[in-house]
Every structure is written in structure tokens, then in C-alpha cells.
């Protein structure tokens, strides 16, 4: 990820507040600008992080989600509302951030990502945002995004609880390292609060802005776990496995 593109003057009106934040400025936004973020998906979790990525101005989202909206969806796909029932949540939640920004790309794909699809989807962009609900499809994306040496945020949640880590390809363990195996017997529809999806959902689009723009210390082998339970947060380091078959030969870029 280079420098970025220059900013205009209705970019540096829009950003003004986050143009203040130190360390981050025109040149953090410059490379928010030129860069490309892969949701995967753009439900509960993935929507808030497409949502945040929008305001902050990443310059182009691929959405990849696939079906049409249910009435079920929406205590926590905030993207979404009710008028939308029965259509595709893809063209929603474009429609919805290209309303938010009009400045920035969206590339909103009716698919979820699979192995048919991923290689496109994860080589077109600079970073992967995995929010899917599912083990395999994590960790088909974190399979491609370190052969093709891809940064990755993890968002994941569970009832109360969520984790987060970002993969840098040759100097973090990746998802094989932690889920050598798909989990048995994982249900892909569990309890969630959409409030603990948009807390996840928040610190993984903070994750992502702050690789792409360099910007503070990302969680780079380590993983954030909270309980909102009770409001617990605590950070646990990771180890990469050297018989690791997705990361063990591959070295910093």
C-alpha cells in the first residue's frame, strides 16, 4: 500500500475531524483513499465495518454476501431496513453506503465468497475484513490471503462475546494457526445481540484503518477477547504453528 491519492477540498471538509487525529492526517487519508477493502459479509458484524470503512473514507469496498433480506435479520444488519425485505442485502447495503458516501466505489456482489470466487475477490483488494459467519469461509479467505500475502482482520462473535485479530502474512499466525480444522458440529445461526455485533464490528473497521493507513499498533499476534457480559477485554499473544500447512513457508513481504 503506497502514499494514496491526493485529496481534494470537499475530501478534506468531509474528513476534517479524522484529519486531526495524530499520527493519521492528508497522508492517512491519502492512502485510505487508495485503497481497496474486501467485507466479508456485509450482515451484523461486516456491515459495521463496511459502514465505518465508507465514513472513513477507504476508497473501494467489495460487499460479497449472498441471499435476501429477512425480517429476522434485522436486529443487528444495520445496513438494512424494512422496506428491503425479500431483496438482495448486496444492492442494500451499497445502496446504503453509497448514500453515506457517494465519494468512494462500492462493488456490491450477491455471492458469498467461495472457492469458486475467492481467488478474485481476495486478489482484487488490499485487505480482507472476514466477518462471515462461517469457519470455512474464514478460512478459505485467510488460505488466499496469505499465499497472495493479503493483511486480514478476523471479526468473529458469539452470544456476548467477540474476538479480533489481523494477519500479516509471514508475521502473524494466520487462522490455520488457531482452527488447524473447521470446528465439528458449528451452526452457522446462533444467539446475537446486534449491539455485540457492532462492537466487534467497530474494532474491526479500526483494525483495518489502521493497517492500511499505518497508523498505532494493530493486533499482530494477538487476539482481543471481550465478554460484554460483563464489560471484560483482555489481549492474549498467539503463537504461529511451524507444521502450520496454510503459513509455515511463507515470509515477510
Same mark, same amino acid.
Request: aromatic share 4%; glycine share 12%.
Given at each position: 500500500?503506497?502514499?494514496? $491519492?491526493?485529496?481534494?477540498?470537499?475530501? &478534506?471538509?468531509?474528513?476534517?475531524?479524522? !484529519?486531526? +487525529?495524530?499520527?493519521?492526517?492528508?497522508?492517512?487519508?491519502?492512502?485510505?483513499?487508495?485503497?481497496? =477493502?474486501? =467485507?466479508?459479509?456485509?450482515?451484523? *458484524?461486516?456491515?459495521?465495518?463496511?459502514?465505518?470503512?465508507?465514513?472513513?473514507?477507504?476508497?473501494?469496498?467489495?460487499?460479497?454476501?449472498?441471499?435476501?433480506?429477512?425480517?429476522?435479520?434485522?436486529?443487528?444488519?444495520? !445496513? %438494512?431496513?424494512?422496506?428491503?425485505?425479500?431483496?438482495?442485502?448486496?444492492? @442494500?447495503?451499497?445502496?446504503?453506503?453509497?448514500?453515506?458516501?457517494?465519494?468512494?466505489?462500492?462493488?456490491?456482489?450477491?455471492?458469498?465468497?467461495?472457492?469458486?470466487?475467492?481467488? &478474485? @475477490?481476495?486478489?482484487?483488494?488490499?485487505?480482507?475484513?472476514?466477518?462471515?459467519?462461517?469457519?470455512?469461509?474464514?478460512?478459505?479467505?485467510?488460505? *488466499?490471503?496469505?499465499?497472495?500475502?493479503?493483511?486480514?482482520?478476523? #471479526?468473529?462473535?458469539?452470544?456476548? $462475546?467477540? $474476538?479480533?485479530?489481523? =494477519?500479516?502474512?509471514? &508475521?502473524?499466525?494466520?487462522?490455520?494457526?488457531?482452527?488447524?480444522?473447521?470446528?465439528?458440529?458449528?451452526?452457522?445461526?446462533?444467539?446475537?445481540?446486534?449491539? +455485540?455485533?457492532?462492537? =466487534?464490528? #467497530?474494532?474491526?473497521? %479500526?483494525?483495518?484503518?489502521? +493497517?492500511?493507513?499505518?497508523?498505532?499498533?494493530? @493486533?499482530?499476534? $494477538? %487476539? !482481543?477477547? #471481550?465478554? @460484554?457480559?460483563?464489560?471484560?477485554?483482555?489481549?492474549?499473544?498467539?503463537?504461529?504453528?511451524?507444521? #502450520?500447512? +496454510?503459513?509455515?513457508?511463507?515470509?515477510?513481504?
Amino acid at each position: 500500500m503506497g502514499p494514496g $491519492q491526493p485529496l481534494t477540498d470537499a475530501e &478534506r471538509e468531509r474528513y476534517q475531524w479524522q !484529519l486531526w +487525529v495524530p499520527g493519521f492526517g492528508e497522508e492517512g487519508q491519502r492512502r485510505l483513499k487508495g485503497a481497496s =477493502v474486501l =467485507v466479508s459479509r456485509c450482515g451484523g *458484524v461486516g456491515g459495521c465495518v463496511a459502514y465505518q470503512l465508507a465514513a472513513a473514507g477507504v476508497g473501494r469496498l467489495v460487499l460479497a454476501h449472498a441471499g435476501n433480506l429477512r425480517l429476522n435479520d434485522l436486529n443487528r444488519q444495520l !445496513l %438494512m431496513t424494512t422496506d428491503g425485505v425479500g431483496t438482495p442485502r448486496a444492492d @442494500l447495503a451499497g445502496r446504503r453506503l453509497r448514500q453515506l458516501n457517494p465519494t468512494i466505489e462500492i462493488e456490491a456482489i450477491a455471492e458469498n465468497v467461495s472457492a469458486a470466487n475467492v481467488e &478474485r @475477490l481476495v486478489g482484487g483488494v488490499d485487505l480482507v475484513a472476514a466477518c462471515a459467519p462461517t469457519f470455512a469461509e474464514r478460512l478459505l479467505m485467510n488460505r *488466499v490471503a496469505v499465499r497472495r500475502g493479503k493483511p486480514l482482520v478476523d #471479526c468473529a462473535m458469539y452470544e456476548m $462475546q467477540a $474476538q479480533l485479530t489481523t =494477519v500479516l502474512p509471514g &508475521r502473524t499466525p494466520c487462522l490455520a494457526c488457531l482452527y488447524p480444522a473447521e470446528p465439528p458440529h458449528w451452526n452457522r445461526e446462533f444467539p446475537v445481540l446486534g449491539a +455485540v455485533s457492532g462492537v =466487534v464490528g #467497530c474494532l474491526g473497521a %479500526m483494525e483495518a484503518i489502521k +493497517v492500511l493507513a499505518g497508523l498505532g499498533e494493530p @493486533l499482530l499476534g $494477538q %487476539m !482481543l477477547l #471481550c465478554d @460484554l457480559g460483563d464489560m471484560t477485554f483482555q489481549k492474549v499473544s498467539l503463537r504461529r504453528r511451524p507444521d #502450520c500447512p +496454510v503459513c509455515r513457508d511463507v515470509r515477510p513481504s
